[in-house]
C-alpha cells in the first residue's frame, strides 16, 4: 500500500505519528522501516532525503536513508530498535531538511529569472545537493556567457529581495499547462499530482519540499554556466550551504 506523504500538503511538517506497517533486513546489515504515513522526504527530483528518528516508547531507530519505490512506498533505511504494529513518533532532522529545502527552491528561483529574461531554454535536469547545485537546459547561451551569468544572477537577486510566498495546488497533470512553462512527460504517477506557484504566476510540477517565502532562500550566486552541444548549465550556491 502507498505511504501516505505528509510533507506533499506541508512542506514544514517535521513530526508526526504513524504506524509501522512493516519491517525488513537489507542485505547490508540495515532495517528497512515501511510506514502508513510519512514526513521524511525520500530522494528524488534532484532533492536529497532526510535523516532523523523514529521513536516507540523507549525503542529508537535511526533513520539515515529514504526512498520511494515505483508503488509509492516509502523505505526509511537505518538502525535500530523497531516493532511491526507499533505506533510511532517521526522526527525528520530539521536542520538538513531546511538546508536541503532552501537549496531545492534555489534551483526553482533560478528557473524563473531564466523565464524573465526571456532566455529560449527548455528546462532538463537539476541537482540540489550542497556539494553539486546546478538546473540544466536545452539551449545555446545568446551572446556572451559571462554577461548571461550576471543577468540572472541580478534577476535572481531581484525575485529574493522582493519575497513571495509559495502557493501548493494539486491537479492532474492535463491541467498544469496552464500554470506552467514547461511540463514534463515523464511526472512520477506513484504520487499525488502537485504543482507549487512560484511568485504567484510560476508553476512548477514539483514533490519536494519548497520554502515558503522565495525570501528564505537566502544569497543566491550563479556560480558557473557552461553551454556545451545545445545543452547549457548554470550552476549556483546559496550562501552558507555549498
Ligand atoms: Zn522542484
Not at 540540489?128 to 551569468?149: A, L, N, Q
Not at 517565502?213 to 543566491?220: F, H, K, M, Q, S
Request: charge should be negative; proline fraction near 4%.
Amino acid at each position: 500500500m502507498a505511504t501516505e506523504l505528509l510533507y506533499l500538503d506541508d512542506f514544514d511538517v517535521l513530526t508526526a505519528q504513524a504506524t509501522v506497517m512493516q519491517v525488513s533486513e537489507l542485505d547490508d546489515g540495515r532495517l528497512d522501516v515501511e510506514l502508513d504515513r510519512t514526513c521524511f522526504y525520500p530522494r528524488g527530483g534532484g532533492q536529497d532525503w532526510d535523516t532523523g528518528v523514529i521513536r516507540s516508547g523507549g525503542d529508537a531507530f535511526t533513520v539515515d536513508e529514504v526512498r520511494l519505490d515505483e508503488n509509492g512506498v516509502v523505505h526509511h533505511l537505518g538502525a535500530g530498535a523497531v516493532s511491526e504494529g507499533a505506533g510511532v513518533v517521526l522526527e525528520v532532522d530539521g536542520e538538513r531538511r531546511s538546508m536541503n529545502t532552501r537549496l531545492h527552491s534555489a534551483g526553482h528561483i533560478v528557473d524563473l529569472a531564466v523565464e524573465r529574461l526571456g532566455l529560449p531554454w527548455v528546462p532538463g535536469k537539476g541537482a540540489h545537493y550542497p556539494h553539486m547545485s546546478f538546473v540544466e537546459y536545452s539551449g545555446e547561451v545568446p551572446g556572451d556567457i559571462e554577461e548571461t551569468r550576471q543577468r540572472i544572477e541580478r534577476e535572481v537577486a531581484a525575485v529574493i529581495a522582493t519575497g513571495s510566498s509559495n502557493e501548493i495546488r494539486f491537479m492532474p497533470v492535463s491541467e498544469m499547462d496552464a500554470y506552467c512553462r514547461h511540463v514534463p512527460e515523464n511526472i512520477p504517477t506513484n504520487k499525488p499530482a502537485r504543482i507549487v506557484l512560484y511568485n504567484e504566476t510560476f508553476g512548477v510540477p514539483c514533490g519536494g519540499t519548497h520554502v515558503r517565502d522565495v525570501a528564505d532562500v537566502g544569497t543566491l550566486t550563479i556560480t558557473k554556466i557552461k553551454s556545451k552541444k545545445g545543452v547549457t548549465k548554470v550552476s549556483y550556491a546559496v550562501e552558507g550551504l555549498n
